[in-house]
Each structure stands twice: as C-alpha cells, then as structure tokens.
C-alpha cells in the first residue's frame, strides 16, 4: 500500500521567460518528496487549469515576474472552481507588489512568496494546507 | 452516481479522481476498476521508450497531434478521429519519493483538445520503466474509451521492457550518436521494438544509426515473443498457422524530426498497420492474455507476500533478518525458516 503522495503543477502563466524561481521550488517541493508535475514557460490560464485536472493535483504554483498577476491569477482560480476543483491550493510566487496582496488572498491564493522565501517555508505550507482538506 | 459510472459519462474530473486512487492503491480503486473491468479491451495500446533525451515526449506530442488533426474531422492518414490518452512515467527520487513529471512540457500543443487526456505518474519505485500501477490507469482510460493509449516509459537504458508486457505495439525511439553496432546487437530493449524510429533524423550520424539497426535486424532471426517472468517461461506464442515466417512481424524503421515534424504521418500509418497485423494474425489476443496473466501473477504475488506478512509476528520476522545478518543463517535457510521449514 503506497502512501498518499502530494502532487503539485508548477506552472508559469503568462510571457516572462524566467524559470529560474520556478525550477528552484519544483526542485525544493522533489526533494521533499511531492510529485511536481513541471508545465513550463508560457502558459494560458486554460492551459494551467487543464493540465491540474488531468494530473489531479492538490496545489498549484504559479510563477510570475512580468507584473500581470491581477489578470492572470484570478482566472486561474475561476477556471479551478468552474471545472470543480475549488478544494486545490493555489500558491503564488514572483514580484508581487504589497498592495496587491490582500486582493490575491480574497480570491484564495493560499500564500504568496516574494524574493528570498526559503523553500523549507513553502514546503511546509503547502503540506499543511493539502492536510487540511 | 458510482465513481465509475461518472467516468463512463466522460466526467473527466471524476476520470482524474480516479486514476489518483488507483495510483495510491486505494480499496475505492479497485471498487471502481473492478467495475470497469468488463468494458476494458479496445483499446490500441502503444508503448514509447527510448533512452532519456531521445525525444520520446516530442515525438508524442506530434503523433497524438497528427491522430488528433482535425481537418475536416478525419486524422492525417484519412482516418476518423480518435479519442487519445497519454500516459508519461518520469523516474521519482529513490531517496526521497518526490519526482519532477516534465512531459506536458514538451505536449503543449496537445492543451485544449477535449478529445486528449495527458496523465503524469512517477515510478514509485519500480524499476521496468513504468509504474506498478501503470497497467491500471491504462485499463481506467480503455474503460473511458479513448481509442488510443499512449504509454511513455521513463528514459530507459538496455533493460526497462516492461512496456512490451503492457502494450500491443511498442515503438523504441533512437537517436544518433548514442551507440555502435555492438549496442545495437545487444539483447534487451532494441528486441522489444515492434517500430524502430531514428529520432532526431536531421542530426550528423543518423546513417550510422541507421546501418547499425539494420544489420542488427539482418542478423536477427524473426522468434516468436515469449516472454520471461522470474525465471518462468510466461507465454509461448505457438505458431497458429504453418507459414509462419510470412506471419512474422519484421520491425520497420522509421526516421522522424519530433520538433520539426518530420516522418510522422509515416510513422502514424506504421503504427496503425502493426495494429491491423496484430489483428489479422491473432497477435492482438494472444498479447492481450499474457499481458493480464502477467498482471494476474504480479497482483498475485503481492497479495501473497501481504497476506503472509499479516500472520508473522514482526519480532520473529527480525530476529530470523538479525540472524541473517550476524551470518548464522543464509538467506534460503532463512526463507525456508520463515515460511514454516517447508521447501520453497
């Protein structure tokens, strides 16, 4: 009998070409025994929510850098909930400016990491809002 | 409404659900699956495996594209369309159980299709190129009826051949530069290939690749497939008919370009007539059974040794291990000790 295996889609929505962060975390979330189901650069929305119902994963990354995380995130968790997967934790990661903040966290981002988070932090989040359900 | 009622509706959030239960071995799982059972079987499945970075995942991405194309709704051989599924098996951590599933990267033509189903799943351990579960999931999609199934193993070396056990046609991918003509008599995974593709065919070198495949073919006398399975012959494919070299499948090679799209629709024709070969010749039924008897043994096998688990106390299972190790027993004095001094 296997245990219960955590499965996360890191996924970068929108058209910044910098992975670096991403790769970082998905790295961190491997090593810390989750399955990390890796998507890549440039993805829509549509694309992000369709591949976290296929791979039915308990959290999703997202990555952003370019500044358009108000138009990119909030589709994100309406496509979630619309294809019923309100329960899967959004997570949120890249240069997101203060104010923007509590907007993010009303639509249900779980947390948001800005520069210099450790990965220990973001694995323990994500463990402990996957164990909440 | 059951689980597996919903899948049969093409609920593909309950067919998610499901494929993660029967991945972590859950009772719900097997409920469901032993429903589903019954309408399992139609399915084409097709195997993929090839050294790591051979560019299975692209090669992929371009056949499912080429099968899912959607003019004038036929595929790019003229044919109807077909619902597809994908399976991608990446290695996990044998230290930490995590693992880092990157197919979808290299499938993102694929998003958006409804008639594409891509599922990711991590070896968890095994060590033949796929999940112990992986034959499951198979069966959950044949169930849901997609038409096509594509199993793509983990980069594999000369001996993860699984894959030959699960489907009914296995494409071995090459790439130029990764071996002589001593790799390519070697026995092992060049044996399992029903299809032989040379990928990245724009490469220096593909000649090469080419001539060493070929002279292994040549050298190569056509045998029919049995398979082994911990030491015991498993299947022996009895000649149905007396001619029987005209009945032998002689795997072709095919030369493609995953990212630039060359060779595809050839190598989606080919695919398609080892499937009518496998059909004509009695193949397809004759790899079907040794496939479920191979699972049958292997579920078996595990139930077993669980079963046998749950009546030994653990304290005597440690101290025959304790006496194992301090060199007093061997391993089968051991075994013969454990499973109550009878021979094995």
């Known amino acids: 009998m296997t245990e219960r295996k955590i499965r996360v889609l890191v996924a970068k929505p929108g058209l910044d070409g910098h992975d670096r962060g991403a790769k970082v975390v998905a790295r961190a979330l491997r090593d810390a025994g989750m399955e990390v189901i890796y998507t890549g650069l440039r993805q829509t929305p549509e694309m992000i929510s369709e591949s976290a119902l296929q791979e039915d994963v308990d959290a999703v990354g997202l990555s952003i850098l370019s500044g358009a995380h108000m138009a990119l995130v909030p589709r994100v968790v309406e496509l979630l909930k619309a294809n019923g997967q309100e329960d899967v934790s959004v997570f949120l990661g890249g240069i997101i400016p203060d104010e923007d903040v509590p907007r993010l966290k009303e639509m249900g981002v779980a947390s948001i990491y800005g520069p210099g988070t450790s990965t220990e932090k973001i694995v323990e989040d994500i463990r402990r809002e996957v164990r909440k359900e | ?344």
């Open chain 2, 1 to 344: 409404m059951t689980l597996a009622e919903s899948v049969l509706r093409g609920n593909r959030l309950a067919l998610a659900r499901l494929l993660t239960l029967i991945e972590n071995n859950t009772q719900e799982g097997r409920i469901a699956v032993n429903e589903l059972f019954p309408r399992t079987g139609r399915a084409h499945l097709v195997g993929v495996t090839g050294a790591p970075g051979t560019g299975k995942s692209s090669l992929v991405n371009q056949l499912v594209r080429c099968i899912r194309n959607p003019q004038n709704g036929k595929n790019c051989i003229g044919e109807e369309k077909q619902k597809v599924a994908v399976v991608a098996v990446d290695p996990s951590s044998p230290f930490t159980g995590g693992a880092i599933l990157g197919d979808r990267v290299r499938m993102q033509d694929l998003s958006g299709d409804p008639g594409v189903f891509i599922r990711s799943m991590a070896s968890r351990g095994s060590l033949g190129g796929l999940a112990s579960t992986t034959s499951g999931l198979v069966q959950a999609f044949d169930a849901a009826g997609f038409d096509l199934i594509m199993i793509e193993t983990v980069g594999a070396g000369q001996a993860e051949v699984d894959i030959a056990k699960l489907a009914h046609t296995t494409l071995v991918i090459e790439a130029p530069g990764l071996g002589d003509d001593i790799q390519a008599i070697k026995a092992g995974i060049l044996e399992i290939a029903d299809v032989l593709v040379i990928n990245k065919s724009d490469r220096p070198g593909v000649e090469v690749t080419e001539r060493a495949l070929r002279s292994m073919l040549q050298l190569a006398h056509p045998v029919p497939r049995i398979f082994h399975h911990h030491g015991a012959v498993e299947l022996v494919n009895v000649e149905s008919s007396a001619s029987s070299t005209e009945e032998m499948w002689i795997p072709p090679i095919h030369k493609t370009n995953a990212i630039e799209g060359v060779g595809i629709e050839e190598l989606v024709e080919e695919i398609r007539s080892h499937k009518q070969f496998l059909l004509d010749t009695g193949g397809w039924r004759q790899r079907d059974s040794a496939r479920l008897q191979s699972e049958l043994d292997i579920m078996l096998q595990e139930s077993l040794v669980s079963r046998w688990r749950s009546r030994v106390p653990e304290n005597e299972y440690l101290r025959v291990l304790d006496e194992v190790v301090t060199r007093e027993i061997s391993p089968w004095q051991a075994v013969d000790l454990l499973l109550g001094g009878g021979a094995a």
